[in-house]
Structures are given as C-alpha cells and as structure tokens.
C-alpha cells in the first residue's frame, strides 16, 4: 500500500515557477514509477510527466522543456519543477504511483488528493 501527499500548489502569474512535491509512505517506493497528471475544470485528466525507477522520464508535448519531474528516494518524495508558467496549466495536479506504470492513467494504482495549480495571465 502506497499513500501519496502532493503539496506546492498555488496561485502564480504567468512565466513564474511553481514545485510540486508529492510524499509517499511506505518502504517499497522505490520500486515504483512515478507520475505527474493533471485536470483542469471540464476537462479529462491527462499526462503531465513520469519517472520511472530506472531514471528515464517522459513529459507531454505540452509541458516539455518546462517542467522537470525528479525523485529523491531517500525522501520517498517526488517533485514537478514548473517553469515558465502559462494559464492553460492551470488544474489540479495529481501524483500517482503504479510498479512499471507508463503514460497511461489505467496503469497506475495509487493516486494522491491532488494540489490546486492556478496560472493568472
């Protein structure tokens, strides 16, 4: 059993910066792949980024080149470094956990509460 625990989210102007951190319990954290997703107001939830246990990482086209997902395992503890803000990144954020997890929001099994993220223009 995993529980997740996002924290950092918040209002910002566009072209600022927020960090994402997302805490876990449990001693196998390690194991797991880590990713980020997001859901703005009347919209699916999607992809935003993942890192697997292996150290590769993978973002949407959306977000490529400004957000950057890392881990400190030591911390049990994700983070989504969100640079160069813009209001369409605005939704709640979602850290989730899922052992050999992907892109795909169905391989995940344990999902955080979710921490606001709000970009004014």
């Known amino acids: 059993q995993v529980q997740l625990v996002e924290s950092g989210g918040g209002l910002v102007q566009a072209g600022g910066s927020l960090r994402l951190s997302c805490a876990a319990s449990?001693?196998?954290?390690?194991?797991?792949?880590m990713g980020w997703f997001r859901q703005a107001p009347g919209k699916e939830r999607e992809f935003v980024s993942l890192?697997?246990?292996?150290?590769?990482?993978y973002y949407a086209d959306s977000v490529k080149g400004r957000f950057t997902i890392s881990r400190d395992n030591a911390k049990n503890t994700v983070y989504l470094q969100m640079n160069s803000l813009k209001p369409e990144d605005t939704a709640v954020y979602y850290c989730?956990?899922?052992?050999?997890?992907?892109?795909?929001?169905?391989?995940?099994?344990?999902w955080g509460q979710g921490t606001q993220v709000t970009v004014s223009a």
């Open positions: 989730a956990a899922g052992l050999g997890a992907g892109v795909n929001i169905a391989t995940y099994d344990y």
């Open positions: 449990g001693r196998t954290f390690s194991l797991y792949a």
């Open positions: 890192r697997r246990n292996s150290g590769s990482t």
